[in-house]
């Protein structure tokens, strides 16, 4: 099984801190109506407790973007695309090279600085209702961080594949 690109971290790490932060501030602004508010020393505690739930959310996020990518896998077979993914609920998808219509590879700007591509794979059949919500919505093979070489790579196999099923058919 192959793992992403080192940039796709990066994307992860985008994910995680915008959630992270909108946690942060959703329950520090709930705490922060709950507590007595105004004074002074109550400001300095409620600080100190922000500065030390901002280095604790840093460090959480380090560590679920690390999980993240190391359960990040993807492999070609020798009839199908394989990819595992999740921490928390595990992911198996088999996408059959039969099924697959067509390949989309994009770099949006943080991909170009960091170098990778993403590999959007539709199939035939796949609803783009059944998605993610996300990038890769219309596709069911959805790869986020590939390195440019190996994109043009994959593309290029897989349009072979979706060729050689085609002529066998007629």
Known sequence: MHHLHKGAKWLFRIQIYFTLIFLFAFFGGFLF?????GTIYLFNNILVVLIVSFVFLI????????????????????????????????RYKSIPYQRIQNVDITRG?????????????????YSM?????????????HIPAISIHHAEEIRDFLVEKISHHSKQGL
């Not at 109506?33 to 508010?37: D, E, F, I, L």
């Not at 209702?129 to 093979?141: C, H, I, N, T």
């Open 33 to 37: 109506s709950m507590s007595a508010g």
């Open 129 to 141: 209702y059944a998605g993610s919500g996300r990038s890769g919505m219309f596709s069911e093979g």
């Open 59 to 90: 460090l959480l996020g380090e560590v679920c973007v690390n999980w993240i990518y190391k359960n990040w896998k993807y492999e070609f077979t020798e009839d199908s695309l394989k990819i595992e993914k999740g921490v928390i609920v595990k």
């Open 109 to 125: 700007i943080l991909a170009r600085i960091l170098g990778f591509s993403t590999i959007d794979i539709q199939t035939a059949g």
